[in-house]
């Protein structure tokens, strides 16, 4: 079965620190996303990459950062973490190309709470 | 500006019933439309695509379609069950880029 696997289900920091959600997906997928979803705002797009090494910004990119080393590792970086980044995080991996056709596949969500 | 909207944040329906939930969109040209269901505490699910000049798609009981005039998608779950209680969400593709998924209707299915 494949799969999208988020480190964490439930984290909570305190404000300012340095905190590293990990995403790993064993589908040989090119593409990586990562999106925060809050009530009422639905799921927004923070980082995403279409190949190794690559990164691009989306909707809501201040105050992360991400890392691609590896095809199947997407890291998502909360530089300082701050309480209005208390959400649940979702990293989802897709094909390129027609592939598509199968859409995203999502892992289960990363809640994080900044305290 | 782009929007995407779900016009219902909740729908209750009787079981047995056929639910129906809208996706509209407003300065998009998508490729292509998805629809994923997710259930609390979980990630979205894929279930079906449809394609600009596609009409109509099915899958078991589920049934969607896409009218490209009118900007709409309508998703269909026939004999509907508790068991299909979940938020669904729609999702635009329009082409080089990642999908913008709307917020989501709430679906409750009371038996």
């Known amino acids: 079965d494949v799969k999208v696997t988020q480190s964490s289900r439930y984290l909570v920091k305190r404000t300012g620190e340095k905190v590293f959600l990990e995403c790993v997906q064993d589908m040989d997928h090119e593409n990586m996303f990562w999106y925060r979803q809050d009530p009422g705002l639905g799921l927004r797009l923070i980082y995403f990459?279409?190949?190794?090494?690559m990164k691009e910004k989306g909707d809501i990119p201040e105050g992360y950062s991400v890392s691609r080393e590896k095809k199947e590792r997407f890291s998502l970086i909360l530089e300082s973490a701050s309480t209005n980044q208390t959400s649940m995080y979702l990293c989802?991996?897709?094909?390129w190309g027609e592939g598509l056709n199968y859409g995203y596949t999502f892992g289960s969500g990363t809640r994080l709470t900044v305290v | 500006s782009q929007k995407i909207e779900q016009n219902s944040e909740a729908l209750n329906i009787q079981e047995g019933k056929t639910a129906t939930l809208t996706c509209n969109y407003t300065n998009y040209s998508p490729a292509y439309l998805q629809w994923y269901r997710q259930d609390p505490g979980r990630g979205p699910v894929f279930l079906l695509l449809i394609r600009e000049n596609e009409k109509e798609k099915r899958k078991e009981r589920l049934k969607v379609t896409f009218d490209t005039t009118l900007k709409q998608s309508l998703f269909h779950i026939t004999a509907s069950q508790p068991a299909d209680s979940a938020t669904y969400l729609c999702?635009?593709?329009?082409?080089?880029?990642?999908?913008?998924f709307g917020k989501g209707t709430r679906l409750s299915v009371i038996a």
């Open positions: 989802a991996s897709s094909l």
């Open positions: 999702a635009l593709y329009s082409g080089n880029t990642p999908l913008v």
């Open positions: 990459s279409y190949d190794v090494k």
